[in-house]
């Protein structure tokens, strides 16, 4: 399945009102997990309250420790910072990369705003070494795009 026809099944995930946020958050990782060959782990990340740190959300992908991420460490760290998308094709090359798995080579991560504030990222390693495209970035953006519009619309406090 192309990424373009995976917009609609976002969209359809968003829509599913008897589903609770986070249930609908795990839906979209398992669905983009199931349907990208080289997305072999993904998930979000929200900002902790008014903490400068991250905590994990849903996600799908081998269990890791990192559930708790200051802002600034690693690239999810950097985003929350930064307020950009971070596509790293090469883990090893990063100084400031917060290991998961040995087996990860490339990660990419994209913020989600509400009324122009970074609220949280989506959040995805690869065992395929450079594999994120432009495509991959307009695509998770589309993704984090609907997020956001789903938790804006659910006034949903993000307490995991």
Not at 87 to 93: F, R
Not at 142 to 158: F, P, S, W
Request: one cysteine or more.
């Amino acid at each position: 399945m192309t990424l373009q026809e995976l917009k609609p099944r976002i969209k359809s995930i968003i829509a599913l009102k008897k589903k609770t946020v986070d249930e609908r958050l795990l839906s979209i990782c398992e669905l983009l997990e199931a349907n990208v060959a080289y997305y072999n782990w993904v998930g979000f990340y929200f900002k902790n309250g008014d903490k400068d740190e991250l905590k994990l959300g849903p996600y799908v992908g081998a269990p890791t420790d990192h559930t708790i991420i200051p802002f600034g460490k690693g690239i999810c760290g950097q985003v929350a910072v930064s307020n950009k998308n971070f596509v790293v094709p090469d883990v090893s090359a990063q100084d400031n990369y917060i290991a998961c798995s040995i087996s990860v080579k490339a990660e990419i991560v994209v913020p989600i705003f509400i009324n122009g504030d970074n609220i949280g990222q989506i959040d995805i390693d690869s065992n395929t070494p450079d594999p994120f495209t432009e495509d991959d970035e307009r695509f998770l953006e589309y993704v984090c795009k609907q997020v956001a519009k789903l938790i804006d619309e659910e006034n949903y406090m993000l307490t995991f």
